[in-house]
């Protein structure tokens, strides 16, 4: 009798444990789908932790959408070809659509965060990897993401500082040389009256000269000519100077450094500035 009743107390529990078990498992299941759908909703940072923390707590984690997959493959082929700050958020897109339809997925979450560093937010860049190490990882995948991490703020702290004046003053002269190669073959023109002088051939007086400036480089090309009351016009001269600038910056007529003998263009390209040796100056408006 108490063998049979010992036997039967085990039962009742064995089957208070196969109810309880299932119930535990279907609330976990149940709590991470409402925290999908969260964030899914409105991907705050607060949404996508409670996703990651669900997820690290599940013994294994759902299947990848084919959709979500797609979007992955392709930032990372977008990824390895990207150059321009326009490439760049393709592919931070392309990971973000990643996420948002699988957010339990670590390695969308961590190339979403070399996205970010590519395009320079470091800030973000850095959430996105401590978002990444809440995951259940592997020691090694941990230590690399908390290195990168520490690279991270390298990078951000020297952003901040700015870049140097040297670089500064280069990036300039390159976008001033860009910027005027667009320019090619543009002409400028200025006509004044002329103070004098007469054709030694005809007799008639001379009534205007005319000069144009043709860019070609980074120079201008000025010629100029005179025109005579009857009509005629005579090729004077041909020279080719530098189009210059002031230190980093493009010269306009008031700047500093603007001296006698310098041809300059100014930033919108609508004319160039040109004072004569005699301190005259002459505007050539665009044609």
Do not use: C
Request: hydrophobic share 45%.
């Amino acid at each position: 009798m108490k063998a049979r009743t010992i036997l039967a107390i085990p039962v009742p529990i064995l089957l208070l444990l196969a109810i309880v078990i299932p119930a535990e498992a279907q609330t976990t299941e149940a709590d991470f789908q409402q925290a999908v759908a969260a964030y899914q909703q409105s991907s705050t940072l607060p949404a996508a932790e409670k996703v990651i923390r669900l997820a690290a707590a599940m013994p294994q984690l759902p299947p990848i959408p084919e959709e979500a997959r797609r979007h992955f493959v392709r930032g990372t082929a977008l990824f390895k070809d990207a150059k321009s700050p326009e490439d760049y958020k393709q592919v931070v897109d392309e990971f973000t659509q990643a996420m948002q339809l699988a957010p339990w997925w670590p390695d969308a979450r961590y190339n979403f965060a070399l996205a970010l560093e590519a395009a320079g937010d470091y800030a973000s860049a850095i959430l996105n990897v401590k978002l990444y190490l809440l995951f259940k990882l592997s020691g090694t995948d941990a230590r690399i993401a908390q290195d990168k991490i520490y690279a991270l703020e390298a990078k951000q702290e020297k952003a901040a500082k700015g870049p140097s004046p040297a670089t500064l003053a280069q990036q300039q002269q390159d976008k001033y040389k860009d910027w005027l190669g667009r320019l090619d073959g543009a002409r400028f023109s200025y006509s004044r009256p002329d103070r004098g002088g007469t054709d030694a051939a005809t007799g008639s007086p001379i009534v205007a000269q005319i000069n144009v400036i043709v860019i070609r480089g980074n120079h201008a090309v000025h010629s100029w000519s005179v025109k005579f009351a009857n009509g005629n016009v005579r090729e004077m001269g041909l020279v080719s100077q530098p189009l210059e600038i002031s230190g980093s910056t493009f010269i306009e007529p008031s700047a500093p450094g603007y001296n006698p003998g310098q041809y300059a263009i100014n930033n919108d390209g609508a004319f160039i500035a040109y004072i004569s040796p005699s301190g005259e100056r002459w505007i050539f408006a665009r044609q």
